[in-house]
Structures are given as C-alpha cells and as structure tokens.
C-alpha cells in the first residue's frame, strides 16, 4: 500500500485547539496585551494549510493547564490540541508532567524527531526540551516547547500528518 492510498480518508479540514503555557504570556493577557508569539504561529501555520483555530493561554499551573486541556478535548468541534510552553526542565515548567498520565497512547516518534531536527538547528539546546505527543479520548495533543523557532519545526513535522493521525486515532 502506497503512502497516499495509506492516507486516504484522512479529514482534510481541521479545527485545532492551541493551548500557551506561560506565566508571563497569562500575566500580558490579564493587562490586555497579547504578547504571545508562539501561539500565533501555531495558528498562523495551520491556517495556512485550511485549518481553523481557536486560542487560549494559561499561566504554568497544572491545574489551568489540565482544566484547559480537557475542555478542548471534550468540545466535538476540535479535532487535536496543541500546547505551547511548558516543556523544559525548569520547576515551572510542568505541561508534560501534567498531560502525560493523560495520555491513552504516547507518540514517542514526535518529540525524537523534533529534538532530531532541533539538534541539526541548534545543537545540544535540543536536549533541554521534553516535548512529547500523545492521545487523549482518541484526541491527537501535541506538547511543544514556546520558542518560536521550536514551534516553526514542529509545525512542519505536524501539519503534513495531521489528518492522517486523526484518521487512525479515530478507529
């Protein structure tokens, strides 16, 4: 079976929730700015492609973060949810202790990847990220670190295969 008949059936047309993990993206929102770069590109990226999106941002608290998550994943609307921020080694940074556990399967094969790519970019800095994907309630959720240039690379991993990880999960 070729790659294209594999894909076949995949939705084309996506509604992806994007979630920012920050403290001080959260703290600019409550004052009324919208400093968020990396969850605009998210959508920006997605758009791009014909996808629709919807926008929320979150202070690095398990608790917000959990809440936010699981609402996305309840709406029938959204077909995947992508996080922002959240996936380093710092003590705030907790997004991937927090959705982990959530996860009915991991896909490992994305956060290798990413910090395979990210290595080639930047060099051992690409250690420092936990990224990481997985399912929940057969939702695809991608976790990705809030540099910018982090968030173009994983876009170019997810968008292409979106539809089709959708598909499979669904089955």
């Known amino acids: 079976m070729s790659v294209i008949e594999h894909r076949r059936g995949a939705p084309k047309h996506l509604m992806i929730a994007v979630l920012v993990v920050s403290d ?4 600019a929102m409550r004052e009324g700015r919208d400093e968020d770069v990396s969850g605009k590109l998210i959508e920006q990226s997605a758009r791009e492609v014909g996808h629709e999106t919807t926008r929320s941002i979150v202070p690095d608290d398990s608790r917000k973060i959990k809440k936010a998550v699981q609402e996305f994943i309840a709406d029938k609307k959204i077909d995947a949810v992508i996080t922002t921020g959240g996936t380093g080694i710092a003590r705030r ?3 991937i202790e927090t959705l982990s556990p959530l996860f009915e399967k991991e896909l490992p094969g994305f956060g290798e990847i990413l910090r395979r790519v990210g290595y080639e970019k930047v060099g051992t800095a690409a250690l420092l990220t936990l990224a990481t994907a997985g399912l929940i309630e057969r939702k695809p959720v991608f976790c990705l670190p809030g540099a910018p240039n982090a968030v173009e690379v994983a876009m170019k991993l997810i968008l292409p295969e979106l539809g089709h990880i959708i598909k499979h999960a669904r089955e």
Do not use: E, F, Y
């Open 24 to 27: 001080t993206r959260a703290a």
């Open 93 to 95: 940074d907790v997004t």
